[in-house]
């Protein structure tokens, strides 16, 4: 295994209700990512970190925040969470901004 | 607007046939491309690759063709296993990677 969790795995919560969502990586890697899958849109990026404190915003960023206190881990927090955030969010780490991303198993999040 | 698009939601193939998953891009500043493969509940993961400096990379079963004049890559299994029926995603590189939307394959046995 890649070293990469997610929690939760599962996730229902009420409309305007803040969430965060949190990846940590044992592999050390510079590069961490937030992605979230929607059907007839595949994979987006959120937000993505460069490094501790460093991070930048993805193709759709409103209505997420992250941070990234650590090297291994790194948070999405949602502060008033929508139905149109129903999604799975993946998050993915890299040693290199170039190379292939190691994903994680994902979090199932329904905003209800 | 997509700058990487699989424009067949679904393939089915019979075991033992070759399986082509195509994908189309905009961008001609993309220098890296990859595939990815997802089962049910878990993450995707990494399938081959291929730099915009080649045509083609071989790795097994799989095969990646990239025709840069067409923007177009394609991904070839030969033969086809029922343990291939996935979700591929096909992802092309410039400043993030970009995913398209992916093809759900069903090898049949």
């Known amino acids: 295994d890649a070293g990469i969790t997610q929690s939760p795995r599962h996730k229902v919560t009420e409309t305007g209700t803040p969430v965060t969502l949190r990846c940590h990586q044992t592999e050390n890697h510079r590069y961490m990512y937030w992605y979230r899958q929607d059907p007839g849109h595949g994979l987006r990026l959120i937000h993505y970190s460069y490094g501790v404190k460093d991070t930048d915003k993805g193709e759709v960023s409103d209505g997420y925040s992250v941070s990234r206190s650590k090297t291994e881990d790194f948070l999405l927090t949602l502060e008033s969470a929508t139905s149109s955030q129903t999604s799975v969010y993946f998050c993915?780490?890299?040693?290199?901004?170039?190379?292939?991303?190691?994903f994680g198993s994902g979090t199932r999040l329904t905003v209800v | 607007d997509q700058q990487v698009k699989q424009n067949s939601p679904s393939l089915s193939v019979q075991e033992g046939r070759i399986s082509i998953l195509n994908c189309d891009y905009t961008?001609?500043?993309?220098?890296?491309f990859l595939w990815y493969k997802k089962y049910p509940a878990e993450g995707p993961t990494f399938l081959i690759s291929i730099s915009s400096i080649k045509d083609k990379n071989e790795d097994g079963r799989f095969t990646v063709f990239l025709n840069k004049s067409a923007k177009h890559l394609s991904l070839h299994i030969v033969p086809s296993q029922p343990g291939d029926s996935a979700v591929y995603f096909c992802?092309?590189?410039?400043?993030?990677?970009?995913f398209g939307t992916g093809t759900s394959l069903t090898v049949i046995p």
């Open positions: 992802a092309s590189h410039f400043d993030q990677f970009y």
């Open positions: 993915a780490i890299s040693g290199d901004r170039g190379y292939g991303y190691t």
């Open positions: 961008n001609s500043m993309f220098d890296y």
